[in-house]
């Protein structure tokens, strides 16, 4: 079991960056795939990005490539996304998910999730 918690989210406008990071609880953070996903209203909630346990693999959803960057540090069992030139359709509830497998690539395959952060983007 495993629990997400968010943080860093807000108001930002068209251009900006954000940094979210998500703190897990327990010993076995380092073994899990790690994720982000967005929802925004009337939408599915979408993939984002995912790292590998080990940080050596990352995955991007290609309207977010060249612009956010996930990591994370297995020391602090923390998960960050760096999300820079932001647009007003980055606007969204961002959730932080944990799979017991090697794929995230869709929310269905994730097996823990956080409460989520809002951020948005004006114009």
């Known amino acids: 079991q495993v629990q997400l918690v968010e943080s860093g989210g807000g108001l930002v406008q068209a251009g900006g960056s954000l940094r979210l990071s998500c703190a897990a609880s327990?010993?076995?953070?380092?073994?899990?795939?790690m994720g982000w996903f967005r929802q925004a209203p009337g939408k599915e909630r979408a993939f984002v990005a995912a790292i590998s346990w080990s940080g050596g693999s990352t995955y991007y959803a290609d309207s977010v490539k060249g612009r956010f960057t996930i990591s994370r540090d297995n020391a602090k069992n923390t998960v960050y996304l760096q999300m820079n030139i932001l647009k007003p359709e980055d606007t969204a509830v961002y959730y932080c998910?944990?799979?017991?497998?090697?794929?995230?690539?869709?929310?269905?395959?994730?097996?823990?999730w956080g409460q989520g952060t809002q951020v948005t983007v004006s114009s």
């Open positions: 998910a944990a799979s017991h497998g090697s794929r995230l690539s869709n929310q269905y395959e994730a097996d823990y």
């Open positions: 327990g010993r076995t953070f380092s073994s899990y795939t």
